[in-house]
């Protein structure tokens, strides 16, 4: 992890350089199909939903209060969010638009206004910032 400064802007450049943007989207699908059968099951993305972390304490939700069928239940809708077609299964080209949808609305509340916040190593905020600092490099 590390800390860094962002803002709604850093996370939109990112999104919109679709070279950028899809060749991280795709290492990450790739690291997530372990079968390496070009779909995602809700099996093989659910290690990946629940890191998302949607319930924490630290958001005034404890985990314990909320029983395991209404998590599951979340973290299922969250999939469907994903499968756009209802197949049960989600493709690269699901995974990106949604993706894609995600990080949008990540930069929408982010704002225009740069904050510090905590970053995990290999995500795509990080990548969205180490992109972000490439360009301010070669632009020095």
């Known amino acids: 992890m ?5 803002d709604g802007s850093t996370v939109r450049s990112f999104v919109e350089d679709e070279g950028a943007f899809n060749s991280s989207v795709d290492g990450r ?10 779909l995602l099951t809700y099996a093989e993305m659910a290690g990946e939903l629940m ?6 304490k630290h958001f005034g939700v404890d985990e314990a209060a909320v029983a395991p069928d209404e998590l599951g239940a979340l973290y299922r809708g969250l999939f469907e969010r994903f499968d756009r077609d209802g197949s049960g299964m989600v493709d690269r080209h699901e995974f990106r638009a949604e993706m894609k949808e995600v990080m949008l609305a990540v930069a929408n509340g982010l704002g225009f206004l740069p904050v510090q916040m905590v970053v995990e190593e290999g995500s795509f905020l990080k990548v969205a ?3 972000e600092l490439g360009q301010l490099a070669k632009a020095a």
Do not use: K, W, Y
């Open 2 to 6: 590390s800390v860094e400064i962002l």
């Open 51 to 56: 890191s998302l972390r949607v319930l924490e």
């Open 29 to 38: 699908f790739a690291a997530l199909d372990a079968d390496h059968d070009g």
């Open 129 to 131: 910032v180490d992109r």
